[in-house]
Nanobody
Framework: QVQLAESGGGLVQPGGSLRLSCAAS????????MGWYRQAPGKQRELVAG???????NYDDSVKGRFTISRDNAENTVYLQMNSLKPEDTAVYYC?????????????WGQGTQVIVSS
């Protein structure tokens, strides 16, 4: 059974930092493309940052220079370091694992962790 367990969310003041973790079980996250998404109230879920199995990363323009995605293959965990947080970063953050084998696409989601940026 595949599980992605996010942790590290919470309440932080503007300008503060948080580090989110996504611990994978049931899969080897090193061979999956991993991503962090977020969904704010009343908005669609959006991609924040991704890291391919090759290690190549990509970021939404709104978080470039502030957020860093990384992976520890030995721990089967993906991280999202979030610095200089802004109130508009407030959302539920989700971890996703994706892999395509031929015509079959494997998508797995975590349950999410809440991030609130407020003074």
């Amino acid at each position: 059974q595949v599980q992605l367990a996010e942790s590290g969310g919470g309440l932080v003041q503007p300008g503060g930092s948080l580090r989110l973790s996504c611990a994978a079980s049931g899969i080897f996250s090193s061979i999956f493309n991993m991503g962090w998404y977020r969904q704010a109230p009343g908005k669609q879920r959006e991609l924040v940052a991704g890291i391919a199995s090759s290690g190549i990363t990509n970021y939404d323009d709104s978080v470039k220079g502030r957020f860093t995605i990384s992976r520890d293959n030995a721990e089967n965990t993906v991280y999202l370091q979030m610095n200089s947080l802004k109130p508009e970063d407030t959302a539920v953050y989700y971890c996703k694992a994706n892999r395509r084998l031929g015509a079959t696409i494997y998508d797995y989601w975590g349950q999410g962790t809440q991030v609130i940026v407020s003074s």
